[in-house]
């Protein structure tokens, strides 16, 4: 019988001790509660807001960036070849020249057939990377395509409508690499 009494002293010391143990636990989980001020819970909201808006900011200037690369690359590939054009289109203005010449001997014609079989062959390679020649003939003056050289009064054509071509121009695509060089009408 003894030692059921010592059992059962023992079960409610064990008992009385976790009660203990549980009122402190509430004592502290009150004291916590209360140690975090309203003021607190609004200085770390703010600043939740603020970390939330930059992250925002910061993938909004991502994809920009993301969006500007991309069109830059797309650029970069459209007109990849203009610094090649640029400087072949001084050699397609001589062969044009030379084209021009007039010439009686055999021989000589031999050599200028085939000087017009390279510049045909060279106008071909620039047609394919998107090189065109800039309209003149029977247009009118366009600050965006032609070059005015000279104003003169001719007859025949009607005011600001170009007369003569000085040099052909040229556009890659949609880009003007150089323009014509005309003489307008006033």
Known sequence: MQEKDVNQNEQEEVIEDAEQELVSDEETATVTQTDVSEEEIQALQAEKDDLQNRLLRVQAEYDNFRK????????DLKYKSQSVVT????????????????VDDQAAKGVVDGLAMVYRQLKTVLENEGVSEIETDGQYFDPNLHQAVMQVEEEGFESNQIVDTMQKGYQLKDRVIRPAMVKVNQ
């Open 68 to 75: 500007r690369t991309k069109k830059e690359k797309e650029a």
């Open 87 to 102: 400087e072949l289109l001084p050699v397609l203005d001589n062969f044009e020249r030379a084209l021009q010449v007039e």
